[in-house]
C-alpha cells in the first residue's frame, strides 16, 4: 500500500462524517509529524505513524475497516472515500496546503486527557481551530 492511500484511509477512518477542511486535518497532522523530526516520538514512516497515534488505525473502526476493503454502504460513504483520497494525493504531492498543526482535539478530549494526565499540554500550543477540532503544534 503506498503513503497516499495510507494517508486516504486513515482520513476516512478518523473522519468520515466530517467537512473537507476536517479532513484536511487528520492528513495534514500526519504529513506534519513526518516532516518534524520528532521520529522517536512519532515515527520514521507515515504507515509507522499512522499505526503509533490515529484511533481509527489502532482501533480498525467501521469507517478504517471500509476504507481497506473498498466496501461502503452506500454512494454518499464512497465519495467520502473519494474525497479523502484527493486530500492524501493533493497534501502529498503539494496541490493542497496543510493546515498547521501536530495534534488534534475536541474539549471534551482535552477535558478527559488532562483529567487523567494523558497528555501534557503545556508542552504544546494551540494554533487554530477547525470546526469542533482545536489545533495544537509544538
Known sequence: MNDVVELANVIY???AGE???T???VGS???NR???GRNIEFGYT???IIQKGYYAAINQNEPYQQALSQKFPDKNAENKYKTALQIASGLYKGTIEPQ???FYFTDKEIKKMT???DFDFGLVREINKTGKYRIFSY
Open 115 to 117: 483529567k487523567k494526565k
Open 46 to 48: 507515515i504507515p509507522e
Open 29 to 31: 497532522t500526519i504529513l
Open 34 to 36: 513526518f516532516k518534524s
Open 23 to 25: 479532513m484536511r486535518m
Open 100 to 102: 498547521e498543526g501536530m
Open 19 to 21: 467537512d473537507f477542511d
Open 13 to 15: 477512518g478518523e473522519a
